[in-house]
DNA sequence: CACTGGAAAATGCCGC
DNA sequence: GCGGCATTTTCCAGTG
């Protein structure tokens, strides 16, 4: 018989390993974008007003991911094909 | 002069451009641990409970950091310093 | 009816005179802590390390609470029942 | 000589007890609040929209404060008597 | 698909 | 007055 028990304990810390690489990656760059806006403030830049920028930014690509969407659906209705991905 | 409406755009774009990819490369990681707990799902492991177990070992690890850092205030109030870093 | 444009004006006047005087209670609070603390550094305290240790304690006791839930979490995956609350 | 150790450490002890105690009635009012805007939101009423009226009334009444201070300095300095508090 | 719980962002506060 | 930190609020993903 397989050890199954430590089979399972060594997914385990395999699965809990990765998760907190993949965790500390993304704190990194959150940090990182910290840094950014401290720079920003340093250089006379209102952070809020950059903050609000960027999300309505973020914003205005989810709506045209949105449109383009609906334009493939209808294109593929229509049997046309998408112009590339 | 690049300014317009007194601030610099170049600045400004630069900043936007690097929060913004800064911004995709946290997502992209998200969608790693994603990823990783369906993977974990798909092999039979419960995701709330290893989400619990994640967190557990986050909390034990800050409160680690914290003792640390009140071991510090403690040495400082004795005019005592901390072992370099 | 009550009601001012589709919405009861009566229930939302008592929602919002009960938010608002638990907040202001909320406030009150937050000002006595306040002056616990200014009460502390005028007998010499420090209140850095002072919030600190109060921060820890307030860790410490949620990892205890971390654990006990985690240990439920286990004890439901054993198809056991928790003992109670 | 009085028990200099001991007494700080009483001081100590009361204060971390204060603090922690009232920030334990702090919590049960936040909790409190949560009830409300479940209790609201059970009812039919849009919760984000509620917190969004609650904060601009909370400003209004800031504003009203400060132009009400305004006003008691004016006539302060026209030697007239504030109406009440 | 609504709700709960946890992460992220925004705000306010304290100390320097 | 500002920078950093803690709290609070907001948002979003996961769950049932």
Redesign the interface.
């Known amino acids: 018989m397989e050890d199954v028990a430590g089979v399972a304990a060594d997914?385990?810390r395999s699965?809990?390993e990765?998760?907190?690489r993949?965790?500390e990656?993304?704190q990194a760059?959150?940090e990182?974008?910290k840094e950014?806006?401290a720079?920003?403030k340093a250089?006379g830049?209102d952070t809020k007003t950059?903050r609000k920028?960027?999300s309505l930014?973020?914003v205005e690509a989810n709506e045209r991911q949105e449109q383009e969407a609906i334009l493939d659906l209808y294109m593929q209705a229509l049997g046309m094909v998408p112009p590339s991905a």
Chains 1, 2, 3, 4 share one sequence.
Request: aromatic share 8%; hydrophobic share 55%; charged share 35%.
């Open positions: 997914q385990l699965i809990v990765r998760v907190e993949l965790e990656e993304k760059i959150a990182d974008i950014v806006y720079e920003a250089n830049f950059l920028v960027i930014r973020k």
